[in-house]
């Protein structure tokens, strides 16, 4: 059975906004990195909001399992939309560009060299920033080939459906997600390496929403099969109504058959790595059981200039972006988890 990787969407919804959207808009594009076998990790994206549309904040974390993290969130004037083919293809700023060279088949990520703040998991976890932070000189190219038809959230199941129309799926805004193989270099300063990896990339436009949102656990990986699986669920309300609860799993042919999470590893507290996330999804041929634990793990540190740009509320829950090992029926495979919990609930 052929793969349809555009899931349905006509192609020029992988492009980007030609010009500046309307009121509360933005045009997003994020990606999580795993090297293949675990030797790092990249969290990469540009938020580019129509009310700061001549500079797009950038956001870059570069993890190791050492507990070193290369981390940067900075406004980068934007770059010209229009690529060498007539089409909005690019969403770039300052250092760092998004370019889709092909729709749903072909994308490329470059960072030209830069300067990034040296820090670690522990000193994200203490939110005490060294003041000036050790520099170091960053660059890297990465291509990434979409192999997984994209979850178009809010679409998979009725209930998804109803949800997505509501407040809940404002917090999520018009987006998809897609698995991709990658390959690329990495130069930390002047030191170079090529790598491969797996990679999910995000793509949203539209406007999105912050407040009242409550909590999430994101999780997906690719594995080298091609099989793959993707969630993303809200927790209980304290209203007892439902909470968003959408995945999927894919057997590497035909199309994502849709999941739910039955089991999922809530973040309670924060630790720098080695923390099990399993996870337990039903599907409509049953269970099924994947084992998960990070090796590094990521505290958000917001936007640009330690303060984020989009104006998130004092109330909004606590973020941890982290990389993990999955295995899956003895397979296994490098992958993101991105979890948040309200501070009051969180043991520090």
């Known amino acids: 059975m052929a793969i349809d990787l555009t899931g349905g969407l006509p192609p020029e919804r992988d492009y980007v906004f030609a010009e500046r959207p309307g009121p509360d808009v933005r045009d997003a594009a994020n990606v999580w990195l795993e090297e293949e076998n675990g030797e790092f990790a990249m969290r990469i994206g540009i938020e580019g909001l129509a009310e700061e549309w001549a500079a797009h904040e950038i956001w870059l974390d570069i993890a190791f399992p050492d507990g070193r993290v290369f981390s940067a969130r900075e406004f980068g004037k934007s770059h010209p939309a229009i690529g060498a083919e007539g089409k909005p293809t690019i969403l770039g700023a300052g250092p760092l560009e998004f370019r889709c060279i092909e729709p749903f088949k072909h994308w490329s990520c470059t960072f030209s060299k830069h300067q990034v703040a040296e820090l670690s998991a522990a000193t994200l976890i203490s939110e005490v920033y060294p003041d000036p932070p050790r520099l170091s000189e960053i660059a890297f190219g990465i291509d990434f080939y979409p192999v997984v038809p994209p979850l178009i959230s809010g679409t998979l199941t009725a209930e998804s459906v109803a949800l997505m129309s509501g407040e809940q799926g404002t917090y999520l805004s018009p987006r998809f997600e897609q698995l991709c193989r990658a390959q690329g270099w990495l130069e930390i300063d002047g030191k170079r390496r090529d790598f491969k990896a797996q990679l999910l990339r995000i793509k949203r436009q539209g406007v999105r929403?912050?407040?009242?949102?409550?909590?999430?656990?994101?999780?997906?990986?690719?594995?080298?099969?091609?099989?793959?699986?993707?969630?993303?669920?809200?927790?209980?309300?304290?209203?007892?109504?439902?909470?968003?609860?959408?995945?999927?799993?894919?057997?590497?042919?035909?199309?994502?058959?849709?999941?739910?999470?039955?089991?999922?590893?809530?973040?309670?507290?924060?630790?720098?790595?080695?923390?099990?996330?399993?996870?337990?999804?039903?599907?409509?041929?049953?269970?099924?059981?994947?084992?998960?634990?990070?090796?590094?793990?990521?505290?958000?540190?917001?936007?640009?200039?330690?303060?984020?740009?989009?104006?998130?509320?004092?109330?909004?829950?606590?973020?941890?972006?982290?990389?993990?090992?999955?295995?899956?029926?003895?397979?296994?495979?490098?992958?993101?988890?991105?979890?948040?919990?309200?501070?009051?609930?969180?043991?520090?």
Not at 232 to 252: L, T
Request: hydrophobic letters at 40%; proline letters at 6%; a negative charge.
């Open 209 to 348: 929403k912050f407040e009242g949102f409550w909590g999430h656990c994101w999780q997906s990986a690719l594995f080298p099969s091609g099989k793959a699986f993707g969630i993303n669920v809200y927790p209980p309300r304290a209203d007892g109504k439902p909470s968003f609860n959408e995945g999927f799993i894919f057997d590497g042919d035909g199309v994502l058959k849709p999941a739910r999470a039955v089991t999922m590893p809530w973040m309670k507290k924060l630790l720098t790595d080695g923390e099990d996330v399993p996870l337990v999804l039903e599907t409509a041929d049953g269970l099924v059981t994947i084992q998960g634990t990070t090796f590094i793990n990521c505290f958000s540190r917001g936007g640009a200039g330690g303060k984020a740009s989009n104006m998130l509320p004092a109330s909004f829950p606590a973020v941890q972006q982290a990389h993990v090992t999955y295995t899956w029926d003895g397979e296994t495979a490098t992958g993101m988890i991105e979890r948040s919990t309200a501070r009051d609930q969180l043991e520090f």
